[in-house]
């Protein structure tokens, strides 16, 4: 079973956490899960940015991301080559390694 290590955000999960998924989970699911309360803005359809995520390790091993993700992607604070919406990112096989940006585009939050 894949890990998940959430690095330390000093809102979401202050300490880091490392959680174990199930190959197919989004990573917002497991995130929400285990209580780390991602932002999730369009409750999950993929129509903003609020979830995004940096993949520092395992980015590899995840499946391409599709064009309606990449062209949201475009808008989020603080992109990197590695970001991608953890509403849309399926977990895979392998570990991974995961930021949440400190920042996202959201005016309001949704206190979800």
Not at 23 to 30: A, D, K, Q, R, Y
Not at 83 to 108: F, G, H, W
Request: negative net charge; charged residues 30%.
């Amino acid at each position: 079973m894949p890990k998940l290590t959430f690095l330390p955000h000093a809102e979401h999960c202050p300490e880091g956490a490392e959680i174990e998924a199930e190959p197919g989970e989004t990573i917002l699911n497991v995130a929400l899960r285990n209580g780390i309360e991602i932002e999730h803005a369009c409750e999950k359809a993929c129509a903003c940015t609020t979830c995004h995520v940096v993949i520092r390790q395992g980015f590899d091993s995840l499946a391409e991301s599709e064009e309606e993700e990449d062209d949201m992607l475009d808008k989020a604070w603080g992109l990197e080559p590695d970001s991608r919406l953890s509403c849309q990112t399926l977990v895979a096989d392998e570990d991974l390694i995961i930021e949440i940006p400190k920042y996202t585009i959201n005016m309001v939050s949704e206190a979800h």
